[in-house]
C-alpha cells in the first residue's frame, strides 16, 4: 500500500537539510522565514521579526505544511511510490514546489 504520509526518517532528513531555525530571519532573498524553511507562502505561519517559537511549534508547522501543501501534491503525482520515494518525492517538492512539473517523475512512472 502506497504511503499516506512523510515517514518518520523523511521528516528528519527534512529538518536535517533545510535546519530548524527557532527566530524568524531573512533568507538570502530578504523573506521572513522560520521553522524548517517555512515562509508566509507556506500558509501555515507568517514569520516577523522577533518571533520566536519552540521546537514543538517547528515539528507542528512543518506536520501542518506536510500535510497541508506537499504530501498531497506527492500523493497525486506518484500514487504508487514506495515509502522512500516518497520521502524523496517529499523533500523534492519541497525544495522546488515542481513535482508536478518535474520531467523525472513521469519517467518514474515508466
Not at 43 to 57: F, L, N, Q, T
Not at 63 to 91: H, I, K, T
Request: proline share 5%.
Amino acid at each position: 500500500m502506497p504511503p499516506k504520509s512523510t515517514s518518520p526518517k523523511g521528516r528528519a532528513y527534512l529538518k536535517r537539510e533545510e535546519g530548524e531555525v527557532l527566530r524568524a530571519y531573512r533568507d538570502v532573498v530578504g523573506v521572513w522565514t522560520i521553522g524548517c524553511g517555512l515562509t508566509a507562502a507556506s500558509g501555515v505561519v507568517k514569520p516577523k521579526a522577533g518571533m520566536v517559537i519552540s521546537r514543538e511549534e517547528a515539528d507542528r508547522l512543518l506536520s501542518l505544511a506536510l500535510e497541508r501543501n506537499y504530501e498531497p501534491a506527492v500523493r497525486r503525482a506518484m500514487p504508487l511510490a514506495s515509502q522512500c520515494e516518497f520521502d524523496g518525492a517529499v523533500s523534492f517538492h519541497w525544495n522546488t514546489g515542481a513535482i508536478g512539473k518535474a520531467s523525472w517523475v513521469s519517467a518514474w512512472a515508466k
